[in-house]
T-cell receptor, first 112, second 113 residues
């Protein structure tokens, strides 16, 4: 089955700087890659996703890039703010069955 | 996106007992899943809840331990049977909305003593 690895496990950034989280996946059949943000005590929230027919997608301060050849995708957060502090999970699925395999998560801490 | 609710939101149970968790969606959805999130960990898929047929379980999860019902396109239940402290986790249902987007319920925080 799909194996998703996520690096680094913890990331501390100064407010206003950029944060980048990288994930790798193993199954070349995976074609859907969402990112979730989970604040303490809350449910995971879908923040952005990308499909395998696209190399990059942006939504305001967040962007995701996908390298199908290398089987990795990354989340980019620009102009970080304290409210960006959370755990971020990447995931992958074969869109045909929607079964998501999650990475272990990254704790992002934005220092004011 | 769909509004998803779960009951109970949390519970404390004794070992050896069973707990049934409900997931209700405010619109009909084809795909519904159950996940487990152990303390400080990531999410692990337990099973796909199939409407009108038996659930499809992931490796490491079995029907006797986690029976699932899906009587219609808006509702599902997950039972955690014969509980042990290792079952202490957050259990979340999820639904697939428009074009693969998956949304999670608020979760049920289970503590087994």
């Amino acid at each position: 089955g799909e194996n998703v690895e996520q690096h680094p496990s913890t990331l501390s950034v100064q407010e206003g700087d950029s944060a980048v989280i990288k994930c790798t996946y193993s199954d070349s059949a995976s074609n859907y890659f969402p990112w979730y943000k989970q604040e303490l005590g809350k449910r995971p929230q879908l923040i952005i996703d990308i499909r395998s027919n696209v190399g990059e997608k942006k939504d305001q301060r967040i962007a995701v890039t996908l390298n199908k050849t290398a089987k990795h995708f990354s989340l980019h957060i620009t102009e970080t703010q304290p409210e960006d502090s959370a755990v971020y999970f990447c995931a992958a699925s074969n869109g045909g069955n929607n079964r998501l395999a999650f990475g272990k998560g990254n704790q992002v801490v934005v220092i004011p | 996106s769909a509004v998803i609710s779960q009951k109970p939101s949390r519970d404390i149970c004794q070992r050896g007992t069973s707990l049934t968790i409900q997931c209700q969606v405010d619109s009909q959805v084809t795909m519904m899943f159950w996940y487990r999130q152990q303390p400080g960990q990531s999410l692990t898929l337990i099973a796909t809840a199939n409407q009108g047929s038996e659930a499809t379980y992931e490796s490491g999860f079995v029907i006797d331990k986690f029976p699932i019902s899906r009587p219609n396109l808006t509702f599902s239940t997950l039972t955690v049977s014969n509980m042990s402290p290792e079952d202490s986790s957050i259990y979340l249902c999820s639904v697939v909305g428009r074009v693969d987007e998956q949304f999670f319920g608020p979760g049920t925080r289970l503590t087994v003593l």
